[in-house]
């Protein structure tokens, strides 16, 4: 499972929304403040972004949260997204090859492009029919932190 602690900036209704802080592999670096990327990284990297979760844990506002995505959903999601257009691109540039011989290189580029489009379309097709369903959406796994409340302070002049 992939983490990340993120803070509950909103709540409506069932609904939690957490907001995080994106992290790179050059804040955890020893040498990222005199490495080229570290510095560039430090300069242009932080991005916020506010999700909307499940509120399964009843966290409030200004809760510390930590937000959890299982590991297989984004290795399977990384595969659709970057492989099938290359299998679709390559299919149909098999195909054309196989039924036009005699096919131009200007055809070829132009049956690997449509294959290509026809892969990216096969993964936003799947990426709608897989929206509405809950297990593709990062979890809340539990609460880390909890500001006390201070309602009141009382004071007596003894």
Wanted: proline letters at 4%; glycine letters at 6%.
């Amino acid at each position: 499972m992939f983490t990340e602690i993120g803070h509950v900036v909103a709540v409506e209704g069932d609904r939690a929304w957490v907001q995080t802080l994106t992290k790179t592999g050059c804040s955890s670096c020893q040498v990222n403040t005199t490495c080229g990327s570290g510095i560039v990284n430090k300069a242009f990297s932080h991005k916020v972004f506010v999700t909307p979760l499940k509120n399964t844990l009843n966290a409030h506002i200004n809760d510390e949260v930590e937000v959890g995505i299982p590991e297989d959903l984004v290795l399977k999601g990384s595969l659709a997204v970057y492989l099938l257009p290359l299998i679709f691109l390559m299919l149909a540039l098999g195909l054309s090859s196989i039924l036009f011989p005699q096919l131009s290189e200007l055809g070829s580029i132009l049956s690997a492009t449509a294959g290509l489009v026809t892969g990216f379309l096969f993964v936003r097709w799947l990426l709608n029919r897989e929206k509405n369903k809950t297990r593709l959406e990062p979890k809340l796994i539990r609460i880390v932190k909890r500001p006390i409340e201070v309602t009141q302070i009382v004071t007596s002049d003894d």
